[in-house]
């Protein structure tokens, strides 16, 4: 081989490793459908896209706070979270199962998932919706009522059915799995 040809392999060489190396170090573009994105049994449902420090402790000051709905209460131990499920098909299915009580865990330090026995519909629901901090999600793919106190973005399953009201210090604050009751505010 001659010096020329052998310069121009490594030289494409370079380039290729340095397209890959460059390609591994750009943020996640994956979108919703895309199957590399698709959870895993260790994976959140949501797909993380934050850092952990952060998130904010107060589920208030969205638009959605003001939406319509009917108002319930999350109780955690002696604590009590103000809470309203917004008029859709899969929040008023949630609505005819209360009071409920549920096992919840952390799932990535940004949201809190217990699991429903009874599906809630997805009928006249989005594929996929992005929660916000202090949003009361369904998690159709696994069957889970989310309590969201972090930032998690869009995935597919996630339907937004409510809204938490107030510090969620409550939620974020728990290390370990605890029991919430979901009932009407009479």
Excluded at 56 to 62: A, D, E, F, L
Excluded at 107 to 136: W, Y
Aim: include cysteine; hydrophobic fraction near 35%; charged fraction near 20%.
């Amino acid at each position: 081989m001659t010096a020329m040809p052998q310069r121009t392999a490594a030289v494409s060489i370079a380039i290729l490793l340095s397209m890959g190396l460059a390609a591994c170090m750009q943020p996640s573009a994956q979108g919703p459908g895309d199957s590399s994105a698709a959870p895993s049994s260790a994976a959140a449902p949501s797909g993380s896209s934050s850092a952990a420090g952060s998130s904010s402790t107060s589920g208030s000051s969205s638009a959605d706070d003001d939406r319509e709905g009917t108002h319930i209460r999350i109780r955690i131990g002696n604590q009590t979270l103000d809470a309203t499920v917004w008029d859709t098909p899969a929040g008023r299915d949630l609505l005819t199962q209360l009071p409920r009580t549920l096992s919840f865990r952390d799932l990535n330090g940004e949201e809190k998932v217990g699991h429903l026995e009874q599906s809630l519909t997805m009928n006249g629901m989005p594929q996929g919706d992005d929660p916000r901090v202090g949003d009361l999600g369904w998690y159709a793919p696994w069957g889970n009522v989310v309590l969201y106190y972090g930032d998690v973005r869009y995935w597919d399953g996630i339907a937004r059915i409510g809204r938490i009201h107030g510090d969620l210090s409550a939620i974020s604050g728990r290390a370990e799995d605890f029991t919430a009751t979901l009932e009407a505010a009479g």
